[in-house]
DNA sequence: TTTTTATATCTTGCATTACAAGGTATATAA
DNA sequence: TTATATACCTTGTAATGCAAGATATAAAAA
């Protein structure tokens, strides 16, 4: 049955966005974020492809800096259309937790 | 970007699975039970095959019985591992839960 | 100098799963 | 006998997380 793989499918992408818009972030040091607030490590596999759509419809903008220790890093910044797809993130996402808790509470009883 | 269809993947089992507890219920009439519960309305598509595929994973049993306007209805009710499959899913959605409003919560403020 | 290590990004291919579209069958009512 | 509501199933498609592998840079170790 379904693991913590399928579950994040149409979720991560918000959270991305939401973690992007705290401030300027590049894709590696996302990762350790993502850790740090509880989900579980995340392969660069999984990552960079979603930034790399993300660019691509326009969400997020990217500007290349040079690094003290490695190759060059990719920052993210929100853009205007990203803000707006990140409030109708939360929406769908309130609307979800919603309806899965009250599913969840009436089987319990 | 990804909608409800995504957001759905991997939850929407074990809210079968939780539905399915409450009591022995049929396709057809659980698909009306989900919309009741606040889900958009769902597709047979979508919960035909999901059905069967916990049925061959023995997270359910069937029953086939008359209708009384129509053919046969397969009734389900869960099994030993249905019911640790449901315990299992609770454990993984209050983690994403807990995780997912941690990461938009900080985004708020 | 050469090698190793840590940092940093990207690509390819696979597995899973929600869903649309279409098909079949039964019972009642018009 | 036709229409309608009920009830189930199958096939194919699209989306997306992820493993595996490739590439590149800079600093430290050998």
Redesign the pocket.
Known sequence: ??????M??????GCLLAIIKEGEI?????AAKLESYGF?S?????I??????MQKEKLVATTLR??????????YSLTEKGEQELLLFHQRWNQLNKTVNKVLKKEEM
């Open positions: 049955m379904a693991d913590q793989t399928q994040l499918k149409g979720i991560l992408d590049y894709g590696y040091e996302l579980t995340f392969s660069e596999g999984t960079y492809p979603l930034l790399l759509r040079k690094s003290t220790a490695g190759p060059k890093r990719k920052y």
